[in-house]
């Protein structure tokens, strides 16, 4: 019986990557130990999470990262971890935070081949009032017996050869791609392990929400307002669509892939390139959309096309359901 045997034979992500790399015998396991670094840093910032509010790690630290913006204490917490597990993987050379402005490069005792790029704690904004919240993740590869440099991370997302997120909600979700399609685990917390609970996730090819800050309304250009319009007042018979929109991304982007439609953060008069960062939160979303049949747009090109020429770069994004996010693109095609 199926079901028995989804409950009896347990598909963890560690035997699930391990599968994977039996398909490559030249691999050496390199990927599968990296991941495990990965998922060590999730579940620590999941149990972290869960304890925020009784163990008093909420508030500021006192510090502020690059943006500018307050750095609460979780934020801090997470990123250490995730740089700390990284860094004694062996298996890095390269990482980027969306904490730390600048790079850190790997020491060559603990070099291995791969640069993650990544924002240890997104939606920050969300942790005093228990609304998810998430890690976001991509992976590049450099070439084995170079020397790292900057340049290895300033790639199209394209070129990355994993990327994932792991959502801390009403339960702990990892979402992750290798390039063959996506699959989501969930976080059994009595056995400590991510179980496969989604298999080979699809986007619908349309959907029925669209997720986007509409506070920003005054600012936008002519195709982002047009396009809402359109989600509020169809003209070509369509049912209008639902807003929905949690201000955090990993939240928007699970639901969007899930469910179907469309999230935007597009540019406006005040933030010409909108807010989210190319390297670490609009790449690994994209290239999971991608995986997953739906598309990313920028406004100008296809997202995971990108070239970008600084770490903590922004862009405006636009991604989700294939047919919604073509509609978009046909709005920006005819504003020329
Ligand atoms: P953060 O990195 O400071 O947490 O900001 C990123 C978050 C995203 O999770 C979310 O999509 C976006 O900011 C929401 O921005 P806004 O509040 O402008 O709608
Ligand atoms: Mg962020």
């Not at 992500?13 to 599968?32: A, C, M």
């Not at 990262?65 to 004694?88: H, M, P, R, Y």
């Not at 994993?162 to 992750?176: E, I």
Request: aromatic share 8%; charged share 25%; glycine share 10%.
């Amino acid at each position: 019986h199926e079901a028995d045997a989804h409950r009896t034979d347990l598909m963890t992500i560690t035997r699930y990557v391990l599968n994977e790399q039996s398909k490559h015998p030249e691999s050496r396991g390199d990927f599968t130990i990296l991941l495990s670094h990965i998922v060590l840093g999730c579940k620590f910032v999941c149990t972290a999470v869960n304890k925020a509010g009784l163990a008093k790690l909420i508030g500021l630290a006192g510090e502020t990262n690059v943006q500018g913006e307050e750095q609460k204490k979780l934020d801090v917490l997470s990123n250490e971890v995730f740089i700390k597990a990284l860094v004694s993987s062996g298996r890095t050379c390269i990482l980027v935070s969306e904490e730390d402005e600048e790079a850190t490069f790997v020491e060559p005792a603990l070099r291995g081949k791969y640069c993650v790029v990544f924002d240890p704690l997104d939606g920050s904004s969300n942790i005093d009032c228990g609304v998810s919240i998430g890690t976001i993740f991509g992976i590049y590869a450099i070439k084995d017996g170079v020397d790292p440099k900057i340049e290895d991370v300033l790639q199209p997302g394209k070129n990355m050869v994993a990327a994932g997120y792991c959502m801390y909600g009403s339960s702990c979700t990892l979402v992750l791609s290798t390039g063959k399609g996506v699959n989501g685990f969930t976080l059994d917390p009595s056995l400590g392990e991510f179980i496969l609970t989604h298999p080979d996730i699809k986007i619908p090819k349309k959907g029925k929400i669209y997720s986007v800050n509409e506070g920003n309304a005054k600012n936008w250009d002519a195709a982002t307002a047009k396009y809402v319009e359109k989600c509020k007042y169809p003209q070509d018979g369509s049912p209008a669509k639902s807003l929905r929109y949690i201000g955090s991304m990993v939240a928007d982007v699970h639901r969007t892939l899930l469910y179907g439609g469309i999230f935007l953060y597009p540019a406006d008069k005040k933030s010409p390139n909108g807010k989210l960062r190319v390297l670490y939160e609009v790449f690994p979303m994209s290239y999971l959309m991608e995986q997953a049949g739906g598309q990313a747009f920028t406004g100008k090109q296809r997202a995971l096309d990108l070239l970008p020429t600084k770490i903590h770069e922004r862009s405006p994004i636009f991604l989700g359901s294939y047919d919604d996010v073509e509609v978009i693109k046909a709005l920006y095609a005819d504003e020329g």
